[in-house]
């Protein structure tokens, strides 16, 4: 068993609960760490045996470009598209940043993460 992590995707992106969050929309950062077997590849030194960290980037990408009111909801459908696609997976978890968000006072960020 194996742990494959991908860290710091930045994306800009448009969601939020408030108009102007999706209009004007602000910075994200992705993080993913995901559980699999890839014995076979590193015994075989073939893609096959793993799973492709390009194609998860690819839905993180695709997945940030449909406006949400929720970070939450965007977490969910990024990591019901990656169990669907690898259900080699045993588990694994998702996090997204909201960098910036537009609340009173002086906040970095909000940081969700869902398990799988």
């Known amino acids: 068993m194996g742990l494959i992590t991908i860290?710091?995707?930045k994306v800009y992106a448009y969601h939020g609960v408030?108009?102007?969050?999706q209009i004007?929309?602000?910075?994200?950062e992705i993080n993913l760490s995901?559980?699999?077997?890839?014995?076979?590849?590193?015994?075989?030194?073939?893609l096959l045996?793993?799973?492709?960290?390009?194609?998860?980037?690819e839905i993180v990408l695709s997945e940030m470009k449909i406006?949400?009111?929720?970070?939450?909801?965007?977490?969910?459908?990024?990591?019901?598209?990656i169990q669907s696609l690898f259900p080699s997976i045993t588990s694994g978890e998702?996090?997204?940043?909201?960098?910036n968000p537009p609340v009173k006072?002086?906040?970095?960020?909000?940081?969700?993460?869902?398990?799988?």
């Open 7 to 9: 860290k710091g995707l």
């Open 18 to 21: 408030h108009e102007v969050e």
């Open 24 to 28: 004007v929309g602000q910075w994200y």
């Open 34 to 46: 995901l559980s699999v077997d890839f014995k076979k590849a590193e015994d075989n030194d073939d």
């Open 49 to 57: 045996g793993t799973i492709d960290y390009s194609i998860v980037n």
């Open 67 to 81: 406006k949400s009111k929720l970070i939450e909801h965007v977490g969910g459908r990024i990591k019901s598209q």
């Open 94 to 99: 998702v996090s997204i940043t909201k960098l």
């Open 105 to 116: 006072g002086s906040l970095y960020s909000v940081t969700i993460t869902t398990k799988f």
